[in-house]
């Protein structure tokens, strides 16, 4: 039974979601209040008229009264745009997540917002930095639902959008949970983009005064006027609200779990430093320009597992992935990129064989999947040779993924094996097409 | 002055701050005076309210469009309070603190409680709102004058405190933020300023009967709704003291009787409709002028019919001027000036006329002008004209802000009824019978009755009461009990007098644990306390003291007495009694003594 059909129970009038009620218990008291939508099973939620909900269990309730109807749902917000002449036009992809949503505060609910000028009610001033010239919102999910055909599907959107000669750049928002995936999944799939394209989220929900987002999304705005013309996120650089950081798409990733500043650069330095006030300072040299080129799309992506190893770690779950049809699969191994083999030493006798790596890194590669290595410790490089394990493990038919964080080395393995035999893809993986690959360990990189 | 015939009409609101941990993360409700170990920068965007429309406090506090500085400690705040990360399960001990409240005030329990954000934009809170959830309704507290209504306890978190404030800038001490406070609301049911004093008091007593709400400045503050006939409610913030409480409420009175009267001769000269927000930028006037205007933007507007009318007093000492001054301050300019008090402050009579002619002000007309940046000269009278209407229908719907001089100026229109809205990052909470199953206080006047039957007698047993060592001085009862409960009741309350004649002031509870445990053990005799415990304060140790003062055994006595009898053997008992006692320098019971030299005497 729906809430709804449960309120009517008690009341002979067609009884709706905000409208006025007095709800009277089994003991005759008497509540009055705005009927509030509630996920709880076993009661109903009114709003008093001091503000505060209250909740009264069905089992205490004798009936429901209608006092008067309610009012829709407020609407979102919106805000008329003037297009001015000279601003760039950029199109913007909404895809859900927190940024981009409007909460009404009588039930507490949360809609999308549909169209730009919905957005830019949330950041008035981003209209002063550029024209937003469309919204387009292909799905609206969480970003941890989101899946790689979905990466698909908006690498296409924004190829097409960044073709067009009236589009100066695009900005997609996102959930930020996954968004490091998805601006690695753009990265690879956009290629020669001429354009910037801002991937932008929000730490904090758009009903408080502290939403982050809409600074996020002013700094995303400056980004588009900007000459780098490539994919990066543009999230908070600090927990206070100075600058956003603009950071290369395949070498950012989430760091903390709920900081505004949670977007960090791994092994690389930040593209640039946006100021809400439009001020940009360029951090990292190495960046594309904006150019006329063509971009090409490039996308998809194949069933690619990541698996973690950990001392006593059992590697037979490798076998469920070759078993299940996967291409590829990443290892986060510990340190320089080691996973367990019990060979490091004569001693290890004690070591059960059973628990050791090689054996079923030998089986995957020979049935042609590609192991490619990371590491656990995100920051630093992973290298094939210093210990024995390691030469073992190279020597097995891994293969090492440099400085590439394990969700970066996930998203271009799958991108590669989706559009190269897994022999191609095994050699294309050390080489760099989106940034993901930095020759030098810049010592400013770590912890930035 | 007849309250009842005033149609006066008075509420309370009384906040106070639990001993827990913070409501929302287990931080320490412990506020800092060292320096911060740091400081963040945030800003606070406007949001659009519930109706789809900024709502009006918001708007105003919106032209501020201040810089936040939150300063933290590293060892004692957390990244909740610094709106970085989810609020936690709500504090299970504040809220049964809440629930122990909640029965002492006859009040019903919620069985299930909903967290809501209450939208905040003063920078206070460094979300934008401040957590808050109803546990306990339809209460009352007995008092003098009859039955006064408690109709709701909330519990939520308390707002950052503010350390100072410099141009654009307000910095904010994030200790206080998160601390569980208690709010009690009353229903209009006072009848009088002495009895708004009273209800407080009472509310107050009652709380700390808990054991684990704070005492000191600050810890309990008290909000007042108070409206007459023909007035309207308003709400007046802050009033920290008691004693000012009446002359606070007397004053908000008297204020709403001249605002009525005000307004009725007002509507007679002008109406809304001839107050046009038309501004003039007058700076030309006063190039030359030798007031503080030169050089700067001025912006004047004039307001048709209100000659007169803006320095007449709704207060001693405030003006409707005054009110819009406060409005200047909270946009960031030093105040106003008007031409009911022109030419004043330099400003010459010439320029005074410069200005009527440049606004076109006619004789029954007034001016105002604001000076600075220009934004906020226009914000200044947008707002300052949008008051000044307000007058037009009598009271203003305002929250003042008490003033330490007992009338209180102008903090922001009155919100909206609804500026709440779910918290969506918590569950709801369910008040379990575990819960419910917490130890039960007693009331103020059952603790009274307690303390009367265990002899301390009436003024004794209210000061105990009232005291903010309640705690301690029942923790010790429960302690010491061969102690009798008066004996232990003066001499820990009296000590303080006593021995601040010594010059000590710093007295701790381990001075007196000490104390007592010598006493109870019957090691040291109740009458040489002030010396034991002067000692103790100085920090000898245990054994020390009872060396010096402990009890003399009985042999030890009997030597003293003999002593004294072959010297003064002929001296009367009571002479005797004197000299022993005397130069046992209290190591002596005076039963023991007695008993002593009639033994020895025969």
């Known amino acids: ?448 | 002055m007849n309250y009842e015939k005033l149609g006066f009409k008075c509420g309370l609101e009384i906040h106070a701050q639990l001993d827990t941990n913070k409501l929302f993360c287990s931080c320490p409700s412990m506020l800092r005076k060292e320096d911060p170990d740091f400081r963040v920068e945030r800003k606070l965007r406007a949001v659009v309210g519930e109706t789809g429309k900024k709502d009006v406090a918001t708007k105003l506090e919106e032209v501020k469009d201040k810089l936040f500085v939150y300063e933290g400690y590293d060892d004692t705040t957390c990244l909740v309070e610094m709106d970085s990360e989810p609020p936690h399960m709500m504090s299970r001990e504040a809220l049964m603190v809440s629930v122990q409240v909640a029965r002492l005030l006859n009040m019903n329990i919620l069985k299930k409680v909903l967290v809501m954000r209450k939208t905040v934009v003063d920078g206070s809170n460094t979300s934008g709102f401040q957590r808050t959830a109803l546990v306990a309704e339809d209460g009352f507290v007995d008092t003098s004058l009859g039955r006064v209504r408690v109709n709701m306890l909330s519990l939520e978190e308390d707002a950052a405190r503010k350390i100072k404030e410099e141009k654009d800038k307000i910095f904010y001490r994030i200790d206080r933020l998160g601390i569980p406070l208690i709010e009690l609301r009353t229903e209009p049911d006072i009848k009088n300023p002495f009895h708004a004093v009273e209800t407080a008091k009472k509310l107050g007593t009652t709380l700390w009967m808990t054991n684990h709400v704070k005492r000191g400045l600050g810890s309990i503050r008290q909000d007042v709704n108070v409206s007459i006939k023909g007035g309207t409610r308003v709400e007046i913030k802050g009033v920290q003291d008691l004693k000012l409480m009446p002359k606070i409420i007397e004053n908000e009175v008297l204020r709403q009787k001249n605002i009525i009267l005000i307004s009725k001769e007002l509507r007679k000269k002008s109406s809304p409709k001839l107050l046009k927000k038309d501004f003039k930028n007058v700076s030309k006037i006063f190039e030359k002028s030798k007031s503080f205007l030169k050089g700067k933007n001025v912006l004047g507007v004039c307001l048709k019919g209100f000659k007169g009318f803006i320095s007449r007093e709704i207060l001693p000492n405030r003006r409707i001027g005054t009110e819009i001054a406060d409005i200047a301050k909270m946009v960031g300019l030093k105040g106003v000036l008007h031409s009911d008090e022109l030419p004043a402050y330099k400003v010459s009579a010439r320029e005074v006329n410069g200005v009527n002619k440049a606004l076109s002000c006619g004789k029954s007309d007034a001016f105002i002008i604001a000076a600075g940046e220009i934004g906020k000269c226009y914000q200044t009278l947008e707002l300052g004209v949008d008051r000044l209407k307000q007058f037009f229908k009598g009271v203003p719907k305002d929250v003042r802000a008490a003033r330490p001089d007992g009338t209180t100026a102008f903090l922001r229109p009155m919100p909206g009824s609804a500026r709440m809205y779910p918290e969506t990052d918590l569950p709801i909470v369910e008040i379990s019978d575990e819960l419910l199953r917490v130890e039960r206080v007693e009331t103020p006047e059952q603790k009274f009755d307690k303390f009367v039957n265990m002899g301390l007698g009436e003024e004794l047993a209210s000061q105990v009461i009232n005291s903010r060592k309640l705690k301690d001085f029942e923790q010790l009862l429960v302690t010491y009990k061969k102690i009798k409960p008066t004996e232990l009741a003066k001499m820990f309350f009296g000590a303080k007098t006593e021995l601040k004649k010594k010059g000590i002031t710093k007295l701790t509870i381990k001075n007196f644990s000490e104390l007592f445990g010598l006493i109870n053990e019957g090691v040291l005799s109740k009458d040489s306390y002030v010396e034991a415990l002067t000692m103790l304060s100085k920090g000898r140790s245990r054994k020390v003291v009872e060396k010096k003062f402990g009890v003399m055994s009985e042999d030890e006595l009997e030597k003293l007495v003999k002593k004294v009898l072959k010297k003064h053997g002929s001296a009367s008992f009571g002479a005797l009694m004197g000299l022993v006692r005397g130069e046992a320098r209290g190591r002596a019971d005076g039963k023991m003594v007695f008993k002593m030299i009639q033994q020895l005497k025969k």
């Open chain 1, 1 to 448: 039974m729906t809430y709804i059909e449960k309120i009517k129970n008690f009341s002979d009038k067609n009884i709706r979601v905000l409208d006025k009620v007095r709800v009277i218990t089994k003991k005759e008291e008497g509540f009055d209040g705005v009927l509030i939508p509630n996920s709880e099973e076993d009661g109903l939620v009114l709003k008093l008229s001091n503000g505060y909900n209250r909740f009264v269990e069905f089992k205490n309730v004798k009936k429901i009264e209608l006092i008067s109807r309610g009012e829709k749902i407020a609407s979102i917000p919106s805000i008329k745009i003037t297009r001015k002449k000279g601003l760039p036009n950029v199109v913007l992809i909404a895809t859900g997540g927190t940024i981009g949503t409007h909460v009404d505060y009588k039930t507490g609910g949360v809609f999308m917002c549909r169209t730009p000028e919905q957005i830019i009610a949330t950041v008035p001033r981003i209209s002063k930095v550029v024209n937003i010239v469309r919204m387009l919102s292909p799905f609206t999910i969480a970003s941890e639902d989101i899946t790689p055909e979905q990466w698909q599907e908006i690498a296409g959107m924004v190829a097409r959008e960044v073709n067009k000669k009236s589009v100066d750049s695009v900005i997609v928002t996102v959930g930020t949970d996954t968004m490091h995936y998805l601006s690695a999944a753009l990265s690879f799939s956009l290629q020669k983009l001429s354009k910037p394209v801002a991937v932008v989220g929000a730490q904090r929900s758009p009903d408080r005064g502290s939403f982050d987002g809409s600074m996020n999304l002013l700094c995303a705005a400056h980004y588009c006027k900007s000459k780098i013309a490539e994919v990066a996120t543009i999230m908070h650089g600090s927990s206070e609200d100075d600058y956003c950081l603009a950071i290369r798409g395949t070498k950012v990733r989430k760091m903390h779990s709920s900081r505004r500043d949670a977007f960090r650069p791994i092994n690389d330095l930040p593209l640039a430093k946006i100021w809400p006030n439009g001020r940009i300072e360029i951090l990292n040299q190495r960046y594309t320009r904006r150019s006329d080129s063509k971009t090409i799309l490039k996308t998809g992506f194949s069933k690619v597992g990541l698996i973690k190893v950990f001392p006593g770690s059992n590697p037979e779950i490798m076998d469920w992935y070759i078993k299940k049809g996967y291409k590829g699969i990443i290892i986060e191994g510990t340190g320089l990129g080691h996973v367990p083999t019990g060979e490091s030493s004569d001693k290890t006798k004690s070591f059960d064989k059973k628990l050791s790596w090689l054996p079923w890194v030998k089986k995957a590669v020979k049935k042609g999947v590609v192991v490619a290595i990371t590491t656990q410790t995100i920051y630093g490089r992973v290298n094939p040779y210093v210990y024995r394990n390691l030469r073992l493990l190279n020597r097995a038919g891994a293969v090492f993924c440099e400085d590439m964080h394990p969700e970066t080395a996930l998203v271009k393995l799958a991108w590669l094996l989706a559009n190269h035999e897994p022999s191609q893809a095994k050699e294309l993986i050390k080489k760099n097409f989106a940034g993901e690959i930095s020759e030098a360990t810049i010592n400013k990189a770590f912890l930035y």
